[in-house]
């Protein structure tokens, strides 16, 4: 009964503070701001891309107001499980090993399958040095695969490793890596793809259930809609729903 | 920027740089340089501060200080600077928002520590959730500014502290043999004097202070370096007007002239301190 209470009047209060403000409450909303097109920084220095677009009419449609911060990939977790913001949206691949650690939403892409860029056509992918950004699918992938593993930092050193030949190929999400071989010629993707990973899903603290409740049914709402689609179809993120 | 720069796949040569210069998201470039400058203006005399903190403390008579003073010294010279930058500045923060959360919410019902999570309420969150993005900045920037301090605090107490005990012992017995308090000994011929010994030591601090500068980065600072990674890195022509190839090396050398100049000036400002400080003392520097 207590705790009824407390929450009632909790949320009387942040009910009134959201009344005289004149907005509703402010979630964080952390990204990497490195992955087109998923995300990345665009000329003007603001956070753009897919993921951009998705979250700001999922912040519309929830009726939260959004505000965008950038954070480095390696302690993007641990930054969020501490509470500095409140939603990863950064091309997170849902898989058991983090749901472990925060929850997910419902994933907003389909899976994408990750591919490999190399400088010809005939790199040994099997057996030879193949690069990923750490802490991601396709670095546990080739880990346990028969392949040398190099990881780096950011998703742009994993390309540039190919082309001064450290790494005979790298695996990326197939939407990260196929405008790269379209504007580069000296690199190209390979046939081969793996199909890895769950989807794209918003990261949410496991504490955070009301907040994923309401990106889940504002997720489902674009799903329904179509324009979850046509904001696919825009950037070019895999298949759509 | 420039009015001929609406469409810049038209454009070529200085033109094109120009316009490329001048993005919006160079100015975030640009404006870092001065975030740096401002946290080794502000990080500096704090860390001297908690410096002479340490070494005060590290020497006094009061055996509970004497150990708070040494043990400082001893952990955090020991300690890696990537540990302490990685960890203790998230601790740091959840230290406050605990502090603040026992103060403000002491009725709260939830635990803050539920498995993974750290959950504070929101009254007691630093900066507030509903604050500016500046003030996150802002804050950011302070708990940056604290680190730095600790870490360098440590190194430069310990330098204070060898050069408290490298001033002539015959200075402070004539300052005793005029009647003068410890505290007027300290104060009045202790410390006027470990200053010049203090400086080969100090000066060594202040330029690794300048080169740990990209540990900013790691602190959710957006440093020289971020920005020079982000803008050196190769842009495809759908994500931007200005696509390139890789031009990080050109970005990193600006970075390198950079730093070059700034321990330059350093250096040659740190000479002229020295002759200052040298003036009338019975070293071989004050001699000639």
């Known amino acids: ?241 | 920027m420039f009015s001929y720069c609406t469409d810049p796949d038209t454009l070529s040569g200085l033109r094109w740089l120009s316009c490329y210069l001048t993005t919006a998201k160079h100015a975030g470039f640009y404006w870092s340089f001065l975030t740096v400058l401002t946290l080794l203006a502000i990080t500096a005399p704090t860390a001297l501060a908690f410096g002479f903190g340490g070494a005060s403390a590290a020497r006094s008579q009061f055996a509970p200080l004497r150990w708070f003073g040494k043990s400082y010294i001893a952990i955090v010279r020991g300690v890696p600077d990537i540990a302490f930058f990685l960890f203790f500045v998230i601790a740091l923060d959840q230290a406050f928002e605990w502090i603040r959360h026992q103060w403000k919410c002491p009725d709260w019902p939830d635990a803050i520590r539920q498995g993974n999570d750290f959950v504070v309420c929101a009254a007691a969150k630093l900066p507030l959730g509903t604050a500016e993005q500046w003030v996150h900045e802002v804050y950011g920037f302070f708990t940056a500014v604290l680190t730095f301090a600790i870490v360098f605090g440590a190194f430069s107490a310990n330098v204070l502290y060898g050069a408290m005990r490298a001033v002539p012992k015959g200075q402070l017995e004539t300052a005793e043999a005029y009647g003068m308090t410890r505290r007027q000994t300290f104060w009045r011929v202790l410390v006027p004097q470990m200053w010049v010994y203090a400086l080969p030591g100090l000066s060594n601090l202040w330029m690794v202070l300048i080169k740990a500068t990209p540990l900013l980065f790691l602190l959710g600072v957006e440093d020289i370096v971020y920005w020079a990674r982000e803008l050196g890195g190769s842009k495809t022509p759908r994500f931007t007007d200005y696509p390139h190839g890789d031009w990080r090396l050109w970005y990193f050398l600006v970075l390198l002239v950079f730093y070059l100049c700034f321990t330059k000036l350093s250096e040659v400002v740190l000479e002229r301190v020295m002759k200052k400080l040298t003036r009338g003392q019975a070293t071989l520097g004050g001699t000639t």
């Open chain 1, 1 to 241: 009964m207590k705790k009824l209470i407390l929450a009632t009047t909790a949320l009387a209060f942040s009910a009134g503070f959201a009344l005289a403000d004149g907005h509703a409450t402010t979630v964080r909303m952390g990204t990497e701001g490195a992955y087109p097109p998923y995300n990345f920084i665009n000329d003007a220095g603001e956070v753009d891309g897919f993921e951009r677009e998705l979250g700001d009419e999922l912040c519309a449609r929830a009726e939260l107001t959004c505000e965008w911060v950038t954070n480095e990939w390696d302690s993007i977790i641990p930054n969020l499980v501490s509470g500095n913001y409140d939603v990863i949206i950064a091309g997170m691949s849902i898989t058991d090993e983090r749901d472990e650690v925060i929850d997910f939403t419902q994933n907003y892409t389909q899976p994408d399958p990750s591919a490999y860029l190399a400088l010809s056509a005939d790199a040994d992918v099997a057996g030879g040095v193949v690069a990923a950004q750490t802490n991601t699918i396709q670095a546990s992938f080739i880990a346990s695969s028969g392949a040398t593993l190099v990881e780096f930092a950011t998703p742009e050193e994993t390309v540039t490793a190919v082309k001064n030949g450290e790494a005979d190929a790298v695996l990326a999400d197939k939407s990260y890596l196929a405008p790269i071989a379209e504007a580069d010629g000296d690199v190209q993707l390979l046939e081969q793809e793996e199909l890895i990973g769950g989807g794209v899903g918003m990261g949410i603290r496991e504490s955070d259930g009301e907040l994923k409740d309401k990106f889940d049914a504002a997720i489902t709402s674009m799903k329904e809609d179509g324009s979850l689609n046509a904001l696919i179809a825009k950037w070019e993120v895999g298949a759509q729903f």
